[in-house]
């Protein structure tokens, strides 16, 4: 099999840019309609509860594949994602591939955002004649695994963790990117002792053309969408929908659980858009204020990303995290819940 090498694309930092024939399926990520009903918006989106994967004719690969010098292996809960192993050098690292006609809109972004911490960034490219193979850092698990783990976490871990999504998602708003489907699934840990968070997926973001974040995109998972995307039959602001989302996963990690869930999709959209949600006793002042100002019906009073990273629970969760590990507390123990299909609850 003959690799082609041209030059390397500006935003792959240190990376490479070659050629390479193969036929390697592609998954695709399932669009939201505006003009479906709420059970058909929903019963289209991997992870809602209805959701069951149709049926295709088409064989999917499911033991290990060779691309180039990369043994590609498929990750269990990730879908569209593998581990990549270079046969050279025995480095590890994550892959995705993309339809060739897709690909270069899908990592448009990375060429848009500044370095960042807490964004990863593309090592290599392989591109075939149908299929464009990305390759990025190798990740320890996803924020979804740790919750699908069935363990809540405390206050100090949950606001080391959450500060550093939305510092990612600030660093984006700032450059003019808005994320969209944005949840715990994308971002994933750069370390074995998963202390270090970097938002892994970019391809469903919208890079804005202007000052305006106006948009009609529909697009996301069922869990994390906001009242102003269910109501409006126009365009909302990309940026405050995001920071929605932010509430969602902040709450979904301190509670170990959704703030709004349930079997029927026509009884999942109307608690959303009520926007009422239950904060367990136990939990701190701060950071029920926190969750409250994110989880607003009305958009424009919602916090923007860049304040959440100022609000006074980062701090006054670390101090009271620090107490709770001397005196031994039990906290990371999740609080019975219990449903029939435990999928339901996760995106």
């Not at 690909?103 to 392989?126: G, W």
Request: hydrophobic content about 35%.
């Amino acid at each position: 099999m003959n690799v082609q090498r041209t030059s390397p694309v500006s935003f792959v930092r240190n990376g490479r840019y070659k050629r390479i024939d193969s036929d390697e399926p592609v998954s695709k990520c399932p669009r939201l309609s505006e003009s479906s009903s709420d059970a058909g918006y929903l019963s289209t989106s991997p992870g809602s509860p209805l959701w069951s994967a149709p049926f295709s004719g088409t064989p999917t690969h499911q033991g290990p594949s060779r691309i180039g010098q990369f043994l590609l292996i498929p990750i269990a809960d990730r879908d569209g994602v593998q581990s990549a192993l270079n046969v050279h050098t025995g480095e590890e690292s994550v892959c995705k591939v993309f339809n060739m006609v897709q690909y270069q809109e899908k990592i448009r972004a990375h060429s848009v955002l500044p370095a960042h911490r807490n964004i990863a960034h593309i090592k290599d490219i392989i591109l075939g004649d149908q299929k464009a193979y990305v390759f990025l850092e190798k990740d320890y698990g996803d924020m979804h695994m740790l919750v699908k783990s069935c363990k809540k976490l405390g206050e100090e871990l949950a606001s080391r963790l959450f500060h550093q999504v939305a510092s990612a998602v600030a660093h984006c708003h700032q450059s003019g990117v808005v994320l969209g489907d944005l949840k715990l699934r994308k971002f994933v840990f750069c370390n074995e002792k998963r202390t270090h968070l970097k938002l892994e997926s970019l391809e469903d973001c919208h890079v804005l053309e202007g000052e305006s974040d106006s948009m009609s995109d529909k697009h996301g998972c069922p869990a994390y969408v906001s009242p102003e995307i269910l109501n409006s039959s126009s365009s909302y602001s990309g940026k405050q929908a995001d920071v929605w989302s932010l509430g969602v996963m902040l709450y979904t990690l301190l509670v170990g659980r959704y703030p709004f869930h349930d079997s029927d999709p026509s009884a999942l959209f109307s608690k959303i858009r009520r926007g009422q949600f239950c904060l367990p006793d136990t939990m701190s002042p701060k950071a029920k204020c926190l969750i409250r100002s994110l989880l607003r019906k009305e958009p424009w009073d919602r916090l923007t990303a860049a304040e959440i990273l100022i609000h006074p629970w980062f701090h006054g969760a670390q101090e009271t995290g620090s107490r709770e590990l001397d005196s031994g507390t039990t906290d990371q123990i999740v609080p019975t819940f219990c449903l029939e299909n435990n999928e339901s609850l996760f995106c």
